[in-house]
């Protein structure tokens, strides 16, 4: 068969067979899969439920509450409920993906707990996951329509259980596969992240590109971009913006410097930039944040506003 035959006939199959995923203390509704050899763009939207999509091929854009992330063959990409998402892609992407619920009365605490920490701290994309397990659960389950010999559906419905519950320690923490960690990477991420940021507060001065603290590391950019995207749930730009205008503020607070001198120190290129910035993430602009700060009284104790991290 040919890989749109093997598409069409997994769309068929997969909508109708394969509806319900139940197992004891398991129980996900599957609202579709899709099976799509050319998938271009689409319109913002939201879900109330979990669409997990992977990338076979191709190359597009994934847009996330005002958040882009590049896509590329091996790409995993969750949407979760509520969040507001897009696809772009000029050349199309070879996609699959499936929409699905938690059953939660019919589902295991720990299972559906780990599922609501992946909407509060899930990590929204994941690079060369064709080396991971999600990738090659992926590929098993479309194989399966490779021939056109019906496939029995208990192997369908254990590769299509396998490849919800891996979405758990690919997007999030799994504690099933927390528990039974044996490997460093956990350990080695974070001290990657650790001198990442070491790096940047001590040259926030400088011009800092996701090129020059990847290779101080010694690491690919993709690398640095997801862990910050995993770790820290920002991008490395939004993390330096931030670290920026917090040294901004104590200068601020605690220095009679001119604010053209303050947003040099900080690596902001212009006062005007350094302006829209600070304002964008704390709602005040640097003169009006010194003069409040003035007006109040200096507490020895510096007050951020909620929405700063």
């Known amino acids: 068969m040919t890989n749109q ?28 899969w899709g099976f799509m050899p050319k998938h271009y763009d689409n319109s913002m939207h939201r879900h109330s439920f979990f669409e997990a999509c992977y990338v076979m091929d191709g190359e597009g854009l994934y847009i996330e509450e005002g958040v882009s992330y590049p896509l590329c063959k091996g ?46 701290n899930g990590a929204p994309v994941v690079y ?6 999600t990738g090659h659960l992926w590929n098993t389950l479309l194989s399966l329509f490779h021939d056109t010999k019906p496939a029995w559906p208990a192997i369908l419905e254990h590769a299509a259980m396998s490849l919800v519950l891996s979405f758990l320690a690919l997007h999030g923490s799994s504690p099933a596969v927390k528990a ?8 080695e991420e974070n001290m990657l992240l650790r001198q990442a940021k070491l790096f940047i507060d001590d040259n926030l001065s400088a011009e800092l590109t996701l090129m020059m603290v990847a290779n101080h590391l010694h690491i690919s950019s993709r690398h640095l971009t997801r862990l910050f995207q995993e770790h820290m749930s920002q991008s ?25 001198e303050i947003a040099s120190r900080c690596g902001f290129q212009s006062v005007h930039y350094f302006t829209r ?9 640097p003169a009006k944040f010194r003069r409040s700060q003035f007006a109040e009284g200096r507490s020895g104790k510096e007050q951020f506003p909620n929405k700063m991290s």
Do not use: M
């Not at 039974?180 to 350990?187: C, F, I, V």
């Not at 601020?252 to 053209?260: A, G, Q, S």
């Open 5 to 32: 035959a093997s598409f069409r006939r997994a769309n068929q199959i997969c909508n109708r067979e394969l509806t319900l995923l139940k197992a004891p203390d398991l129980c996900f509704p599957i609202l579709y």
């Open 75 to 120: 790409t995993s990409f969750l949407s979760l409920p509520g969040a507001w998402h897009q696809i772009r892609s000029q050349t199309g992407l070879t996609l699959c993906y499936v929409a699905f619920e938690v059953h939660e009365e019919a589902t295991s605490h720990k299972i559906t707990q780990a599922f609501r920490a992946l909407i509060d």
């Open 128 to 133: 060369e996951v064709n080396h991971q397990p």
């Open 180 to 187: 039974n960690e044996t490997t460093d990477k956990p350990l």
């Open 236 to 260: 490395f730009v939004h993390y330096i913006q931030e670290r920026r205008v917090q040294l901004a503020s104590h200068l601020l607070l605690h220095e009679n410097l001119p604010i053209k």
């Open 277 to 285: 910035i600070f304002t964008q993430k704390l709602g005040v602009s």
